[in-house]
């Protein structure tokens, strides 16, 4: 849900589901500094990455079960991530990775 500072409520989006724009674990939120909002879905195995008004950017499918999300001064993100392996996901371990935003769809290098 989005509220402006005084209160008053403008939009929600979502729904239980896995498609993108539903959800079935929310377990951390965060938002940078373009606005965009990036929601931690555990139960998903992904963290999916929204505008301000709600408009679907992107989803990260390659974790195990993320469970946070910070971003740091420098333009890093970093997702703790409980349950990846070489099975799950090949090339991952347990941990938290980080990685540089390279524009604002969210890709990673």
């Known amino acids: ?52 008004n709600g408009t679907f950017v992107a989803q ?3 974790f195990g079960r993320p469970s946070g999300i910070f971003f740091d001064d420098h333009g890093k993100i970093y997702v703790s991530d409980s349950e990846s392996d070489n099975i799950q996901n090949p090339g991952y371990e347990m941990g938290i990775r980080n990685w540089r935003r390279q524009n604002r769809m969210g890709a990673l290098f």
Do not use: K
């Open 1 to 52: 849900m989005v509220y402006t500072e005084d209160g008053e409520f403008l939009c929600s989006w979502g729904e239980t589901g896995y498609s993108p724009g539903q959800f079935r674990s929310l377990h951390a939120l965060a938002m940078d500094d373009e606005g965009q909002l990036y929601v931690v879905d555990r139960a998903n195995n992904r963290v999916q990455i929204f505008r301000p």
């Open 60 to 62: 990260w499918t390659h």
